[in-house]
């Protein structure tokens, strides 16, 4: 298993961009790796794009992410992960995408067209070496908490199978991140995005 990785995640403010990116680095330090983090949260609580690069391993010099140099992008909303995933996910790079999509003021304001979510995930094909579809959204509506989808995206990458520990590894670095008294709804969404993405490397 390499022992680097470069992790891009995308979304919208309130999408937990900031716990996934906590969660990674706090597993890469349990691994004994180095880890640079740099975030970025423009207008996030207002519900604008919010950003994380992770960068996992001694190959990471600068916390930012070089242009087509992520080994995993996570797009936790389907029009910012198609607005700047391309921009960084490298030539066979895996791509998570969950299909949700939030209008942006340009959108709400009438001055631009929101594409269908099915017309994004085309689009993201066309540059991503794996693309999966996780409806993290979703499944962790299932679960009774939608604040739980990136926690169910997490289980997802961490079965690509390009992270340089475990799932046991990162599962109990998520543990050491959640509020107390979540840590079983926080588990279950855990195992949910592991099994999403086996049943979706099988079809």
């Not at 403010?13 to 330090?29: K, N, P, W």
């Not at 180095?34 to 996030?44: D, F, L, N, P, Y």
């Not at 592991?194 to 979706?200: G, K, S």
Request: aromatic letters at 4%.
């Amino acid at each position: 298993m390499d022992k680097a990785c470069d992790i891009y995640a995308v979304g919208v403010g309130g999408q937990g961009i900031m716990r996934l990116s906590e969660a990674l680095s706090r597993a890469a330090v349990k691994a004994g790796l180095e880890v640079r983090i740099s975030e970025s949260h423009g207008g996030a609580q207002r519900g604008g794009v919010a950003t994380g690069h992770i960068r996992i391993g001694y190959r990471a010099k600068a916390p930012v992410i070089p242009a087509r140099g992520a080994d995993a992008v996570v797009g936790m909303e389907v029009l910012e992960a198609a607005r700047s995933g391309p921009r960084f996910i490298r030539p066979g790079g895996v791509f998570l995408v969950n299909p949700i999509s939030w209008p942006p003021l340009g959108v709400l304001t009438g001055r631009e067209r929101l594409p269908a979510v099915e017309e994004l995930v085309s689009a993201l094909r066309k540059v991503a070496g794996r693309l999966y579809v996780v409806p993290a959204t979703e499944m962790a509506d299932r679960l009774g908490r939608r604040i739980l989808a990136n926690v169910v995206m997490l289980g997802a990458l961490v079965e690509c199978a390009i992270l340089p520990f475990d799932a046991r590894c990162l599962e109990d670095a998520l543990m050491e991140t959640v509020p107390a008294g979540t840590e079983d709804a926080n588990r279950e969404a855990f195992a949910a995005g592991r099994a999403a993405l086996r049943e979706a490397m099988e079809r």
